[in-house]
């Protein structure tokens, strides 16, 4: 796919190679209005930016386009809420702001209803279990190399069109990414006594993460790398299994390599529920970044894509999710693997 990506830009811009650039100012509006950026989470505190737009050539504008003479207000269901306020499910959330030199700008959201996991399944599967004394750094070191499956299932809530993200982090002992096996001596004292690297995760190992792929994005080589927003287009109303897959985890101990030693670590995962705006706004940023119609649009064989806005002046979005977390502790699957020397043949 990528051989035909690549294949398919070359004679489309075989094209326009006799042509040259100029800079070009099209006769348009370009005044520069109120952006606004906000994601609204249930049980925090809303946090508002308000900037400004900027053409790309304002020379001017530097780094920092923030208005700082704005003044914004937030509704919650109609009524004007205070800086402390902590949104609800089913709130709606409308966010204005007021500049004297760029005028007004606003825009609103439902903040969406949770949906818990129904049920989480995980397990370890073991590739790797080695043991080493190194006597030249004076320690022994155990090492258990491992994949990570982990289903979550979903009861998506009838009648009404749902908006979904996965997201997960680590935790235990992180200083794996830190620590430079390669470059750093493994006797310096800086050496952590427990690594643990949760591993990659593998995007594709669930379909519904790629829905947002068309027929022309896929022979296009577009993939569903670092997407994880999905919709219930699929399952409306019923259940649906995510699969989910870490590849390459690893937990590598030393000085005292026994089961006795393993941590507390794996990961925590998140089930968010969206709203349309956070999830039309991450298709978007797709698009661009990982989409042929982005690449098309950049190089201009093809039409530009326009930023996503629900923002009264075309510029920022407001967006709302509510989360639900679950914590995947894989420290007694990893003391069973070490202990029992179980390793698959």
């Given at each position: 796919m990528a051989i035909l990506k690549s294949e398919y830009l070359f004679l489309l811009s075989s094209l326009v190679l006799t042509g040259c650039y100029t800079d070009f100012h099209p006769d348009i509006e370009t005044e520069p209005v109120l952006c606004i950026n906000a994601l609204v989470r249930t049980g925090e505190p809303i946090d508002v930016a308000v900037s400004r737009t900027w053409c790309?050539?304002?020379?001017?504008?530097?780094?920092?386009?923030?208005?700082?003479?704005?003044?914004?207000?937030?509704?919650?269901?109609?009524?004007?809420?205070?800086?402390?306020?902590?949104?609800?499910?089913?709130?709606?959330?409308?966010?204005?702001?007021?500049?004297?030199?760029?005028?007004?700008?606003?825009?609103?959201?439902?903040?969406?209803?949770?949906?818990?996991?129904?049920?989480?399944?995980?397990?370890?599967?073991?590739?790797?279990?080695?043991?080493?004394?190194?006597?030249e750094y004076g320690f022994n070191s155990l090492c258990l190399e491992f994949d990570v499956s982990i289903e979550i299932d979903i009861d998506d809530p009838a009648g009404i069109d749902n908006y979904y993200r996965y997201s997960y982090i680590s935790f235990g002992n992180s200083d794996w990414n830190d620590y430079d096996q390669d470059d750093g001596d493994m006797s310096d004292s800086s050496r952590p006594e427990i690594m643990f690297y949760a591993g990659s995760f593998v995007y594709d190992s669930e379909p519904v993460f790629g829905e947002h792929i068309g027929v022309f994005e896929s022979i296009m080589g577009g993939t569903s790398d670092g997407f994880t927003f999905f919709t219930d287009r699929q399952f409306s109303g019923g259940r649906y299994t995510l699969h989910l897959e870490y590849t390459g985890a690893a937990l590598r101990m030393f000085s005292k390599p026994s089961c006795d030693d393993v941590p507390d670590c794996g990961l925590v995962i998140t089930l968010s529920a969206v709203s349309p705006e956070y999830y039309n706004w991450a298709s978007y940023v797709w698009q661009v970044n990982s989409g042929p119609l982005g690449e098309l649009g950049d190089t201009g064989l093809g039409e530009p894509l326009w930023g996503y806005s629900n923002v009264s002046t075309g510029a920022g979005v407001v967006a709302a999710q509510t989360s639900v977390s679950y914590t995947v502790n894989l420290k007694n699957l990893m003391q069973d693997i070490i202990s029992g020397g179980q390793m698959d043949e």
């Open positions: 790309y050539d304002d020379a001017a504008a530097g780094d920092d386009h923030s208005v700082s003479d704005a003044s914004v207000t937030v509704y919650a269901n109609g009524d004007i809420c205070d800086a402390g306020y902590i949104p609800a499910e089913g709130d709606r959330i409308a966010i204005t702001a007021e500049s004297p030199v760029y005028g007004y700008a606003g825009a609103e959201v439902d903040v969406p209803r949770s949906v818990p996991m129904a049920a989480v399944r995980y397990s370890v599967n073991p590739t790797d279990l080695w043991a080493l004394y190194e006597p």
